[in-house]
Structures are given as structure tokens and as C-alpha cells.
């Protein structure tokens, strides 16, 4: 397994990983596939801390991790939203881990002062993985989100980063 900075090879495989979690799970709010040009402008940001990492095995992308901002206020500028995707049967191999290692450590070294991470729930694999990278729970919303006719909390949770 190779972990890495995405190339624009990999945004097909990234967008189909979201397009499933879109149409299938809760880890995204998104209720549309996004269209390749947002992808190819994600991963052409030259602003510190947008970062976008993927995992790679045997040519196959099995995940990502990205960060981007986390709001659009200059006060906000040293903090970043991150998040993880996984294929289905890729978890429990280290791949998540491996990808916030790359991401976190990456934001560090562009100064970035705190990484967040909004975990709908319920996700026991997700909040597993944020607290082994060291992230600490800050709050849940309450049904603050709405899928397939469901209302979801979420878990925010956040790691300093120097």
C-alpha cells in the first residue's frame, strides 16, 4: 500500500468512493454527485492546508483523505476541516490511519493550528480511528442532518496540530 499526494489519475476513483457514500451511507450530507471539474479544482488549490491524499494499492485507489477550510473567515484560516473515505472492504487495515498521518502531518507543516472532523452518527469505526489519531470529542449537534428520511447527529471532534 502506497500513501500519497493525489494526481488527477486518481479523481475518478476518489468521486466514485464519494458518489457511493452519497448514495449509499451518511458520512457525507451530500445528496448529489459532484462533477469532476470540483474535484480537478480541489486538487489544484495552492492554498496552505488544502491537502488531498489517497492510498493506493496495486493501482487501485482504496482511499482518501482531504482537508479544506473550515470556514471562510479569515480568523479561521489556521484551522482545517479534514475527513476520510474508504472503500468497502478496505477498513481495518491501517489505511485511514495511514492517510491522517499523511494529512495531519502535511497541515502541520503549513502551519495549520487545529483539524476538525464532524462524524455523523452513529459511526464506532470512524470516532475508533479519529480518537486513535488523537482527535478529542468537542460536542454533538443534534439532528442537525437529514438522509434518506432519517435525522443524523453529529460528533465534532478536533486535534491540535502544534
Known amino acids: 500500500m502506497l500513501i500519497r499526494p493525489a494526481q488527477p489519475a486518481d479523481l475518478p476513483a476518489v468521486?466514485?468512493?464519494?458518489?457511493?457514500?452519497i448514495d449509499e451511507g451518511y458520512a457525507t450530507f451530500d445528496t448529489e454527485h459532484r462533477p469532476l471539474e470540483e474535484w480537478q479544482e480541489r486538487l489544484a488549490s495552492t492554498?496552505?492546508?488544502?491537502?488531498f491524499f489517497v492510498a493506493v494499492e496495486g493501482g487501485d485507489v482504496l482511499g482518501y483523505a482531504n482537508a479544506a477550510p473550515y470556514r471562510p473567515k479569515l480568523g479561521y484560516r489556521h484551522t482545517r476541516e479534514v475527513?476520510?473515505?474508504?472503500?468497502?472492504?478496505?477498513?481495518?487495515?491501517g489505511l485511514g490511519r495511514g492517510l491522517y498521518d499523511a494529512?495531519?502531518?502535511s497541515l502541520r507543516d503549513d502551519g495549520m493550528h487545529?483539524?476538525?472532523a464532524g462524524v455523523a452518527?452513529?459511526?464506532?469505526?470512524?470516532?475508533a480511528l479519529h480518537r486513535a489519531c488523537g482527535f478529542q470529542e468537542v460536542g454533538t449537534m443534534r439532528e442537525v442532518g437529514r438522509k434518506f428520511d432519517?435525522?443524523?447527529?453529529?460528533?465534532?471532534l478536533q486535534k491540535l496540530l502544534d
Do not use: C, I, T
Not at 468521486?15 to 457514500?21: G, I
Not at 432519517?150 to 465534532?156: C, F, G, I, S
Open 121 to 127: 452518527l452513529p459511526n464506532d469505526a470512524s470516532l
Open 150 to 156: 432519517r435525522w443524523l447527529d453529529v460528533m465534532w
Open 83 to 93: 475527513s476520510v473515505y474508504l472503500a468497502p472492504g478496505a477498513q481495518g487495515r
Open 103 to 105: 494529512l495531519l502531518g
Open 114 to 116: 487545529v483539524a476538525l
Open 47 to 51: 492554498v496552505p492546508g488544502d491537502r
Open 15 to 21: 468521486a466514485a468512493l464519494y458518489d457511493r457514500e
